[in-house]
């Protein structure tokens, strides 16, 4: 089911919002202070590409301390905007019985898009 799912997500949006994930942060990893944001935005942006099927799950965090730092950073910058727009889609798309699935998605981004560094989507245990 998480197949159909994503194939679903990819053509009714997903293909687009993993993109701009993607090419948000190639924008960022031309500056070495954008780095680290921008490895997260593409982390983002491939878990945008097929998140049916998959958990948030505490990461191996790489960032050490600077984790909270980075963090708070990313919030005021850039994750706010992210967060209010997953909401904004998965309110728009619960108007609809078919959309509830979907919507359900974006919920599940919202967390990752607010603080990405030490979380990730991976494949749900069977």
């Not at 949006?13 to 500056?31: A, K, P, Q, R």
């Not at 878990?47 to 505490?58: D, I, Q, R, S, Y």
């Not at 980075?70 to 909401?87: Q, R, S, T």
């Not at 728009?92 to 990730?120: C, D, Y």
């Amino acid at each position: 089911m998480s197949f159909l799912g994503n194939i679903l997500w990819l053509i009714f949006g997903g293909f687009l919002s993993g993109l701009g994930y993607i090419v948000g942060g190639i924008g960022l990893c031309l500056t070495i202070v954008g780095i680290p944001f921008g490895i997260q935005s593409i982390k983002l942006g491939v878990a945008t590409f097929a998140p049916f099927g998959k958990e948030l799950v505490e990461a191996e965090n790489p960032y050490g301390c600077f984790k909270i730092v980075f963090d708070v950073l990313w919030i005021v910058l850039f994750g706010w905007e992210i967060a209010i727009l997953h909401l904004v889609h998965a309110a728009l798309l619960a108007i609809t019985i078919v959309g509830i699935p979907f919507a359900m998605q974006h919920i599940k981004l919202v967390p990752v898009s607010l603080f990405p560094f030490g979380q990730e989507l991976r494949p749900k245990a069977s």
